[in-house]
């Protein structure tokens, strides 16, 4: 299965278990709400509730274009419930696993580090030793914060638009009917602006902007997925301003690529087959590397952040 389709397959599942909202407890993680996790987290709760994907929850389903899209895509009239915007648009929160999920929030903690149904209790157990804990909760569907090629990948579903679970001709309708092309998601400057919550150790009160190292790292690690996610989506939505985002993320991604492509044998061979395998290989390959000498001067600046 590759990563996208496993990181997309709990998804998938909270889908149905909405569809199917009567039945029984179901296997599937499903998402808790942002409430569980804020009483620890204030820090990082504070951020999150100023940015786009919280404030977005009040006014979304107002705009004007909405109606349009909804009747293109099919479905619930009612955006919170609209089987295809809540994918994206919603955290879908359950009282208790099995219940009917519900829009709880625009996309929130869960939305980024996964369903927690079968995490929280690992992750706030704090008498197990952290190697296990980290082990069992990566096994139960975290998506933790050095798993970054996950990271990039999870954000690239909502973003850059054609995902598994919803079909290709979907999104062309709802293209046509006025819902944004896709993105041609930068992941250093959409991670680093409203978004970034870096409340690491030692000095906790921090909110710590990454070293250039760790940019120029996340920089080649975002344009990695969004290339795989192109070279998949590439010719299945018929949709001329789909396919110009398209060719705009393969452009920004193999021109991240060649800069490195000398020093990292890797990176050429995503050039020549971008598979989510050749991805991963790459991302070990520049676990500890310091790219900013090679892609130093392509990093957005700090007004490009979102
Ligand atoms: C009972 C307190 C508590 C709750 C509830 C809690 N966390 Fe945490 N979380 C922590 C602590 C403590 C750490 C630091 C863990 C460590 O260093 O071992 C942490 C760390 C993290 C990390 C960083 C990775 C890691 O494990 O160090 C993420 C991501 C995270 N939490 C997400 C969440 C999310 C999402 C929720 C809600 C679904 C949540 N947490 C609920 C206490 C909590
Ligand atoms: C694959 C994920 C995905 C799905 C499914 C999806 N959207 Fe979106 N939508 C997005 C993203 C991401 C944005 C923001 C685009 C950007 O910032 O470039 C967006 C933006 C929008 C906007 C413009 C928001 C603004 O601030 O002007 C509207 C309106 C919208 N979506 C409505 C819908 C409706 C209605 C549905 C369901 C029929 C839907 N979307 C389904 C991902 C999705
Ligand atoms: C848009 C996606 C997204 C959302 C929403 C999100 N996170 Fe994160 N989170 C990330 C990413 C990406 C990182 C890793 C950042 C890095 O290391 O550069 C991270 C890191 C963390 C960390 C470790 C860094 C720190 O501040 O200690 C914690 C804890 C955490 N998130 C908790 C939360 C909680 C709690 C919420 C909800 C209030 C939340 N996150 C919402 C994407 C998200
Ligand atoms: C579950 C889907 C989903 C995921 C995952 C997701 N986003 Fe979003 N994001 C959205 C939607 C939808 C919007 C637009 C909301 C609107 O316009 O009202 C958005 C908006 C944003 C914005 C605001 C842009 C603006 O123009 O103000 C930023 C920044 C952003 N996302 C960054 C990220 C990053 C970085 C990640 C991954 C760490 C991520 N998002 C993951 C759905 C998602």
């Known amino acids: 299965m590759s990563s996208l389709k496993r990181v997309f397959s709990a998804v998938a599942l909270l889908a149905m278990v909405g569809l199917f909202g009567g039945m029984s407890a179901s296997a599937a993680p499903v998402n808790l709400g942002e409430a569980k996790c804020d009483n620890c987290h204030k820090s990082e709760d ?26 293109a895509a099919g479905g619930d009239a009612n955006m919170r419930r609209n089987a295809v915007c809540t994918t994206c648009h919603y955290t879908m929160v359950s009282a208790t696993p099995g219940a009917a999920p519900t829009a709880g929030s625009g996309t929130s903690c869960e939305g980024c580090h996964g369903p927690s149904s079968d995490w929280l209790a690992i992750h706030n157990n704090d008498k197990m030793p952290k190697a296990e804990r980290v082990e069992k909760t990566v096994a139960a569907g975290m998506i933790r914060p ?10 690239l579903g909502c973003h850059e638009l054609a995902r598994p679970g919803i079909a290709p001709e979907t999104f062309a309708k709802m293209i046509d009917a006025g819902h944004p092309a896709g ?36 920089f080649i690690i975002g344009h990695t997925g969004a290339l ?40 050429a061979a995503v050039l020549a087959q971008p598979t989510d395998d050749n ?21 957005p600046p700090k007004t490009a952040f979102k």
């Open 183 to 218: 993105t041609d998601f930068e992941l250093v400057s959409w991670l680093e602006g409203s978004v970034r919550h870096r409340f690491y150790p030692p000095d906790v009160t921090q909110n710590k902007e990454m070293t250039d190292a760790e940019k120029s790292r996340m």
């Open 46 to 71: 504070a951020v999150w509730k100023k940015t786009k994907h919280a404030t977005s929850f009040k006014e979304i389903h107002r705009k004007p274009a909405v109606k349009d899209i909804i009747a």
């Open 228 to 267: 795989v996610r192109a070279t998949e989506a590439t010719g299945k939505v018929k949709n001329a301003k789909y396919e110009e985002t398209l060719k705009k993320v393969d452009a920004g991604a193999r021109a991240a690529l060649d800069a490195i492509k000398g020093q990292v044998p890797e990176a």
């Open 146 to 155: 050095e798993m970054l090629y996950d990271i990039a990948q999870n954000c």
């Open 279 to 299: 991805a991963r290989k790459l991302v070990a390959a520049i676990a500890n590397k310091d790219l900013t000498p090679q892609v130093g001067k392509l990093l």
